[in-house]
């Protein structure tokens, strides 16, 4: 151990080791990433600036396409740079780094995600006190809450990773720097890192998947009382969308990251990885555009597009 060769940076893998594929792949990621950033500027301006969408759920739903453009832009870029690159590698610092602002961006989705589900509950299960319990101070503190939450998992996942030591093989079968492809390369003792990423899972991924899941509990309920049958409809229709980002985005991130990292499910892992960390990104606008009619009617405002989003 002491007379180890100190790594300054790791390879990465990638998709396929294919030219032809790998072109294929890198416009299809392209398109993804551009899609992505459009979608969620689009979804952050018409938030913003419309007169119309000044209430906490497209408060939340601005701020959840800011943490997606954050999100998809920690690895799509650097993969993108790999896929028509020879040297398809990252440095020990970048590698710390996207790890790093990987664990930052995608808890802070979990838990602006969470918020939103607490405020479709407010809002369908109480509404006589929505306006007094949804004050912006209150959505301005759980938007903070969920930065401020989320900095402290990724401290406390990656400083201890600082400590490992890696030997020779410097290899990662992924095609960006997940903690658990990482640490299968440390030929230190990882138990304190693997108990660090458990806890996190557990206490906080988990508690926030059990705050959505019981609030969506109370509101189908709730909806289920409703005699009018267009109420009932109206009111699925306003959280289905909901439902189906959560949905996607947990079941693969859950997989992921509760199961034990093996060589066996590496191309599993990466097209599990795909879909929460570069195709949840880019659905969240798409979903909610075409789900929302308010947000397809400021969208319409704002390009002056009417007949084409009707």
């Known amino acids: 151990m002491e007379n180890q060769t100190v790594l300054t940076e790791f390879t990465l893998m990638g998709l396929s080791s294919d030219p032809l594929l790998q072109l294929f792949l890198f416009l299809v990621f392209l398109i993804i990433f551009v899609l992505t950033l459009s979608g969620n500027a689009a979804i952050m301006m018409v938030t913003r ?9 497209f408060f939340f739903l601005g701020h959840l396409a800011f943490v997606d453009i954050c999100y998809s832009s920690v690895t799509v870029p650097k993969m993108l740079g790999n896929l028509v690159t ?9 590698c710390i780094a996207q790890i790093f602002f990987f664990f930052q961006t995608s ?21 006589l006190h929505y306006a007094n319990i949804m004050r912006k101070e209150m959505c301005e503190y759980l938007v903070a809450g969920a930065w401020a939450m989320s900095l402290f998992i990724a401290l406390a996942n990656v400083l201890p990773l600082l400590n490992l030591d890696f030997c020779t ?9 997940e903690l658990p492809s990482v640490l299968m390369l440390s030929c230190s003792q990882i138990l304190t890192n693997v108990i660090v ?3 996190s899972v557990l206490i906080f991924g988990v508690s926030s998947f059990l705050l959505t899941l019981i609030s969506y509990i109370y509101i189908i309920s709730s909806i289920l009382k409703i005699h009018s049958s267009e109420g009932r409809h109206k009111a699925f229709s306003t959280c289905s969308s909901h439902l189906i980002v959560v949905g996607l985005f947990y079941i693969a991130a859950f997989f992921r990251y509760m199961k034990p990292s093996s060589e066996s499910f ?10 929460y960390s570069i195709l949840t990104p880019m659905l969240n606008p798409v979903i909610y555009s075409l789900k929302n009619k308010d947000i397809k009617n400021a969208l319409a405002r704002m390009f002056g597009k009417f007949n084409f989003l009707k």
Not at 86 to 94: A, H, L
Not at 169 to 177: D, E
Request: with cysteine; net charge negative; proline share 3%.
């Open 49 to 57: 600036t419309d007169s119309g969408l000044q209430t906490p759920m």
């Open 86 to 94: 020879k040297k398809k590698t990252i440095s020990w610092e970048g």
């Open 107 to 127: 808890c802070s989705e979990v838990f602006i995600l969470s918020s939103m589900a607490y405020d479709r509950y407010v809002a369908i299960c109480d509404p």
């Open 169 to 177: 093989n410097n290899t990662i079968s992924h095609y960006s720097c």
């Open 197 to 199: 990423l458990l806890i």
């Open 266 to 275: 590496v191309d599993l892992d990466k097209v599990v990885s795909i879909q």
